[in-house]
C-alpha cells in the first residue's frame, strides 16, 4: 500500500493556512470542515491534565497531511486522552504526550465499487472523502 501521508506537528493558526501542493489536503479541515480548527484541539492545556497550570495553550498543531487516489478519508480521531493509569509526574496525570494523538482511518477507494456491485451500501459522502473533492462547509 503506498498512501502519502505528511504528519506536521506545531503548525499555528497564527502561521496562517498551511501551504500544501496541489491534491493535497489537511485531514482534519477535510473530514470536519472549517469547525474543525477548533474541534481538533491536540494541544490543550484545558482538556490535558497533565500540563502544568497556569499554560492556557490551546492549538490544532498536529495535522495529517494526505494526498490520496485509490483511498478515500473516513474519520479522524484523537487518541491518547486518558490517563495512563497508576502513573504520576509532580502530582500530575500521565498522558501518552503532551499533544493528543491523530488516529487517520482510510478506505480503499475501490471498496465503495465491490459494496456497489455485491448491492450493498458504502460509505456515505459524509464519511468518506477524497482528498480532491471539497471539504464540507
Request: proline share 9%; hydrophobic share 35%; aromatic share 6%.
Amino acid at each position: 500500500m503506498r498512501c502519502p501521508t505528511r504528519p506536521l506537528q506545531n503548525w499555528s493558526p497564527d502561521d496562517g493556512v498551511p501551504p500544501l501542493p496541489g491534491g493535497w489536503c489537511d485531514a482534519f479541515v477535510h473530514l470536519h470542515g472549517a469547525s474543525g480548527e477548533q474541534e481538533g484541539l491536540t494541544y490543550d492545556a484545558r482538556a490535558n491534565p497533565m500540563l502544568k497550570k497556569g499554560n492556557r495553550l490551546r492549538r490544532r498543531l498536529d495535522r495529517i497531511f494526505c494526498k490520496l487516489r485509490r483511498w478515500r478519508l473516513e474519520g479522524l480521531e484523537m487518541v491518547g486522552r486518558q490517563a495512563l493509569p497508576g502513573l504520576q509526574w509532580e502530582g500530575r496525570p500521565v498522558l501518552p504526550s503532551d499533544h493528543f494523538g491523530l488516529l487517520l482511518r482510510l478506505r480503499s477507494a475501490g471498496w465503495h465499487a465491490q459494496q456497489a456491485a455485491a448491492g450493498r451500501q458504502a460509505c456515505t459522502p459524509a464519511t468518506a472523502h477524497s482528498c480532491s473533492s471539497t471539504p464540507p462547509s
